[in-house]
């Protein structure tokens, strides 16, 4: 009977650890995901491949961007996060397409693609090792993904198992946040102007 | 009794154990039918280093770096690289096969920078002549015995030394040319 016993919570633990590992099995997606470095905002941020350091952040509630033919006026219902940074490649010339604001309930939004053609943003430059060079950055988001969020920028949304920075953001709250900002074409030394209203 | 146990069980396990580390290796090479073996190659080929002035034949073409010029930055902290190089056509068919090319200067430290998209302004001002001659991506290759005369142009720190051109063509890789 003692035996009898045995066996059965033998059974029951292993079909339990069975469970507990199917369960927690992670996806391929998972086991491939870049590899976090983690920094804060203010401070240099080195991975193997490149160094961002995140200078300001503003938050607005629209953006004005002249085009070529007539000015643009873009507004959204959550908060435009408009981030100034500078960057520098390592080793060799590369630029940078991936970046993402993931929120505090870890939501992730990627960098906007209404406002592609300013320049600056990602995909827009080239960076070269021992060159720091500014790059911008402005994500759409709600107003509750605002606080307590890290920004995510790794060399290509594509690359299985790179290196990603993921840099804590300082706190902001909605009193931070502007009617307006206008950004505009800059020299070669700053790509673009940006203006608070 | 059962006449086929194995008189010396631990020795039979330890020598299949070593089997399993020999008999692994060889299984997953001859399953990639040699596509792992020609990748070991090409990642431990070192890239053929042509001496300051002298030429090399490579991928249909013998290929010479003419000018390594130094040329004022428009950014601060930073020079303007303004490379020309030559590729004396020696078979014509295997030079327009083996476009295009990919290009990168290299300093002491290993640092790589890809040239320009455009033309430095500052080429344009200062060598009109060179931001004339076509880049190695945009060169077409000539009839046998004519030399193609390149020029690419690179944006770089102040402190990178020890500079040196690499050159590859798709159609002759995994070899390539480090140009001093």
Redesign the interface.
């Known amino acids: 009977m003692n035996g009898a016993v045995r066996s059965l919570t033998a059974v029951i633990v292993a079909a339990g650890v069975l469970y507990a590992m199917q369960r927690s099995t992670p996806l391929y997606s998972d086991i491939t995901s870049p590899v976090p470095v983690a920094g804060r905002q203010g401070e240099r941020v080195d991975t193997s491949a490149f160094a961002i350091g995140i200078a300001k952040v503003y938050l607005a509630r629209s953006i004005t961007f002249p085009s070529l033919s007539r000015t643009q006026h873009y507004a959204t219902s959550g908060v435009w996060v408009v981030v100034e940074s500078a960057v520098e490649a390592k080793?060799?010339?590369l630029g940078l397409t991936s970046a993402e604001w993931l929120g505090p309930d870890g939501l992730r939004y990627r960098y906007s693609q209404r406002l592609t053609n300013v320049p600056g943003m990602p995909g827009n430059e080239?960076f070269?090792?021992?060159?720091p060079r500014p790059m911008l950055m402005i994500f759409e988001v709600p107003e509750s993904q605002i606080a307590g969020a890290r920004l995510l920028v790794a060399r290509s949304p594509y690359a299985p198992l790179a290196e990603e920075a993921w840099i804590d953001m300082a706190a902001l709250s909605t009193d931070d946040i502007h009617p307006s900002i206008t950004l505009s074409r800059g020299g070669?030394?700053m790509p673009w102007i940006l203006k608070v209203e | 009794m059962d006449v086929s146990a194995n008189p010396h069980p631990r020795k039979s396990y330890w020598l299949s154990l070593a089997a399993l580390a020999v008999v692994l290796p060889v299984a997953i090479v001859v399953h990639s039918q040699g596509e792992l073996i020609q990748w070991l190659r090409a990642a431990f080929r070192s890239p053929t280093t042509v001496e300051k002035g002298a030429s090399q034949s490579y991928a249909g073409a013998d290929w010479r770096l003419t000018g390594l010029a130094r040329l004022p930055g428009a950014l601060p902290g930073t020079t303007v690289v303004l490379a020309e190089y030559e590729a004396a056509v020696e078979d014509e068919a295997r030079l327009r096969d083996s476009f295009p090319c990919k290009l990168a200067l290299v300093d002491d430290r290993g640092r790589r920078w890809k040239g320009t998209f455009m033309v430095d302004p500052v080429v344009r001002k200062m060598r009109p002549d060179a931001a004339q001659k076509p880049h190695c991506g945009t060169a077409e290759a000539s009839r046998k015995g004519d030399t193609i005369r390149m020029a690419e142009s690179f944006v770089i720190p102040q402190d990178a030394d020890g500079l040196m051109l690499s050159l590859a063509l798709y159609g002759g890789m995994p070899d390539s040319l480090l140009l001093k």
């Open positions: 080793n060799e010339s080239q070269e090792p021992g060159i070669q030394q």
